[in-house]
């Protein structure tokens, strides 16, 4: 009779164990997913933004308006994959633009740049961007056409930032 119950105790525990450990399993297996996802879509990301800005100086069209309908459509592409995308871009020709397509502000070398705006600066140096109490730094370069910026994704705690320098 006790050897029964001993016997009862050692199954139940391993049971008890065998569920835990697959539930542990599975949430890490959830987060290398997301992540995943998220690598690919930067990936993308950068090499269709360049073909994208190559084809409007092929057409000689506007780089920035292309730039940005490519993005937008890029945001909602990734949304389709489960992804919450968000996105800051600095293209530099001329002058520098910058789009923010993240949730929330940035603050750009001390304007305040809200989700959806826009703003042009002349040539600079280097771009400071402040966003989620995270400090961006961004060099320009001698470069007559440069793209820069931030990819982030946030899923629970789970947060990515890709910077594109």
């Given amino acids: 009779m006790i050897h029964n119950k001993k016997a009862q105790f050692y199954i139940f525990t391993a049971v008890i164990l065998c569920t835990y450990l697959f539930s542990l399993v599975s949430v890490i297996s959830q987060k290398t997913e997301e992540s995943d996802k998220f690598e690919i879509l930067k990936e993308n990301y950068v090499k269709e933004s360049s073909e994208a800005i190559n084809s409007a100086v092929y057409n000689k069209g506007d780089v920035s308006d292309q730039l940005d309908d490519f993005s937008t459509n890029f945001i909602d592409y990734a949304k389709t994959k489960g992804i919450d995308l968000e996105m800051l ?6 002058d520098i633009e910058i789009n923010n397509y993240l949730n929330g502000e940035a603050q750009i070398n001390n304007n305040v740049l809200n989700k959806g705006q826009n703003l042009i600066i002349d040539k600079t140096d280097q771009i ?3 966003a989620y109490g995270n400090e961006y730094v961004f060099d320009m370069s001698d470069e007559p056409l440069q793209l820069k910026g931030m990819l982030r994704t946030q899923k629970d705690s789970n947060i990515q930032v890709h910077i594109i320098q």
Avoid: A, C, S
């Fill in 89 to 94: 871009t600095i293209v530099v020709q001329d």
């Fill in 128 to 130: 400071t961007v402040e």
